[in-house]
């Protein structure tokens, strides 16, 4: 059984670009859920998708969106970047809305 | 508003003393509560769930809905417990969203 993996594991931008964040679900999973976690702090619902439709979404502005792939895959995308988007991004799969959730490694985004 | 507390940020134990990780919560309803823990260079994993009602590594939680608290115990701490340690609270009506608590960082000294 495959687990969640997540890419890049750390990346490092700018004040204003854009960044695509990927994570693949645990197989047979078909949701997917973002969490933010910045330092100190317990991770933060962003967005959960599934079966490709986005179902619940967080206190995050509309520059984090997201994506979810017939693969049940799934990217983040957050658009121009503040230096307070500077966390570890975590990605979790479930086999449904509501089911356990399996955790990624996150990725690690530092703004400049 | 559904929100979960852990008080301490770190807690320090010595191996063999007891252990309790605080956890409160605000819900209005009959809430289940997780406790996730994530060992130094591991991802963040399900320790135990209060439905369950079963014990895992040797640690237990009670949910107390009169003082809407999920305490995490362990009656002799090891060195392998040294972790930080998240409460979570699923929203069941919201696809299963964890609202965590800011977590505990658990050290055991030898």
């Known amino acids: 059984e495959t687990g969640v993996t997540q890419s890049p594991t750390h990346l490092i931008k700018t004040r204003g670009q854009q960044v695509t964040l990927r994570c693949s679900s645990q197989?047979?999973?078909?949701?997917v859920s973002w969490y933010q976690q910045a330092l100190g702090q317990g991770p933060q619902f962003i967005f959960q998708y599934y079966r490709e439709e986005e179902n619940g979404r967080g206190n995050f502005p509309p520059r984090f969106s997201g994506l979810q792939f017939p693969n049940y895959s799934s990217e983040l995308n957050v658009n121009a970047l503040e230096l307070d988007d500077s966390a570890l991004y975590l990605c979790a799969s479930s086999s449904g809305p509501g089911q356990p959730q399996h955790f990624g490694d996150g990725t690690r985004l530092s703004i400049l | 508003a559904q929100r979960v507390t852990q008080p301490e940020k770190l807690l320090s134990v010595f191996k063999g003393a007891p252990v309790e990780l605080k956890c409160n919560y605000s819900?209005?309803?009959?809430?289940?509560l997780f406790w996730y823990v994530q060992y130094s260079r591991q991802r963040l994993q399900l320790l135990l769930r209060h439905i369950s009602r079963e014990s895992i590594k040797g640690f237990t939680a009670d949910l107390n809905k009169g003082e809407t608290s999920f305490h995490l115990k362990k009656p002799f701490a090891q060195e392998e417990d040294s972790a930080m340690y998240y409460c979570a609270l699923p929203l069941y009506n919201q696809g299963g969203k964890l609202i965590f608590g800011q977590g505990t960082e658990l050290s055991v000294k030898p």
């Open positions: 819900y209005s309803g009959s809430p289940e």
């Open positions: 197989s047979g999973h078909n949701t």
